[in-house]
């Protein structure tokens, strides 16, 4: 069994920065893939990004691309999502998520992913 917790949402300005982190208990979690997505109220649950299990690879959705980054501590059994250049379109609930079947890709659908965090907060001011 796998548990993951989320930290590091709040509130912040447009154009500012935050790190979110996901925190894995168990030795299990280093050798999934993971992902980030987020809900936004009265939206479905959309991808932002995912890595591999050793991070070699990460994949982003459009609207992550070039503002955020993605990496993994598996020493540390932790992901981290470094967000920038935030816009108020990013305000969202963030849920990490862990994928027991795939450890060499980067799954971009919730159906996909076995594990997932109660989420946290980020709350982008104009």
């Known amino acids: 069994q796998v548990q993951l917790v989320e930290s590091g949402g709040g509130l912040v300005q447009a154009g500012g920065s935050v790190r979110l982190s996901c925190a894995a208990s168990?030795?299990?979690?280093?050798?999934?893939?993971m992902g980030w997505f987020r809900q936004a109220p009265g939206k479905e649950r959309e991808f932002v990004a995912a890595i591999t299990w050793n991070g070699g690879s990460t994949y982003f959705a459009d609207s992550a691309k070039g503002r955020f980054t993605l990496s993994r501590d598996n020493a540390k059994s932790t992901m981290y999502l470094q967000m920038s250049s935030l816009k108020p379109e990013d305000t969202a609930v963030y849920y990490c998520?862990?994928?027991?079947?795939?450890?060499?890709?980067?799954?971009?659908?919730?159906?996909?992913?076995?594990?997932w965090g109660q989420g946290t907060q980020v709350t982008v001011s104009s």
């Open positions: 998520a862990a994928g027991s079947q795939y450890k060499y890709r980067t799954p971009v659908t919730p159906i996909a992913y076995d594990y």
């Open positions: 168990g030795r299990a979690a280093s050798g999934y893939a």
